[in-house]
């Protein structure tokens, strides 16, 4: 089968109603959602608490597909094998959030789920280089990670680099922070595959009142797509 390097939006439950997560969660993706995203935050890596693997754990029978983890914690290898029990798909860690980030995509592979690794706005792609063969993402952040309605920080140069190191591996690129109909022609161009929205997607709707979630979805969709056409 080959690589699926289409576009897919993931929208972030950061921006969902906490009280809600699995209704939340059956909504997105009944409203065209690719993959669900799920930022776990420490209060130590960035200055945000969200949740942990419990609750990844109490959502993941509520989504069909993908649940595409985002660890914003450090340190990350205690906290492995919790996530992947937890039922995450993909396991997302920060170059930043250690010096071992090598062993860390290994135990993540280890615990049976695929291997990302996201990059800060501040970090180069080359931080990646000698990573490429046990990756299976990388996360491009657009904003400095922490909070969702954040403002979009332009790393197209950083993504174009990545694409071209990707070359034809099986290596998905998500771009993190910011993400609406303006910001997603851009990074679809330069070579993300992967988009993640929070307030781009949940805006305006409900769980009594989904429909905007779909429209927003497409709306992104369309926008990112369209650089092709
Ligand atoms: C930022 C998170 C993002 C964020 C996206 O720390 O990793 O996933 O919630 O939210 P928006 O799309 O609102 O920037
Ligand atoms: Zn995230």
Redo the contacts with the bound molecule.
Sequence with gaps: MTFDRSIKIAP?I??ADFANFGAECEAIEAQGADWV?V?V?DGHF?PNISFGPTTCAAIRPHIKGVMDV?L?ISPVDPYIDAFAQAGADIITAHVEAGPHIHRTLQAIRGAGAKAGVALNPGTPAEAVAHLLDITDLICV?T?N??????KFIDMTDKIKTLRAMIGDRPIHIEI?????VKTAPGVAQAGADVL??????FRGGSVTDPAPYGDNIRAIRTAAQGVYV
């Design positions: 972030s950061l921006a995203h930022d935050m960035v985002h914003m952040m904003v990670p922490g909070f969702g309605g954040q993190d922070g910011g993400v609406d993640v929205a929070g307030s781009a997607v």
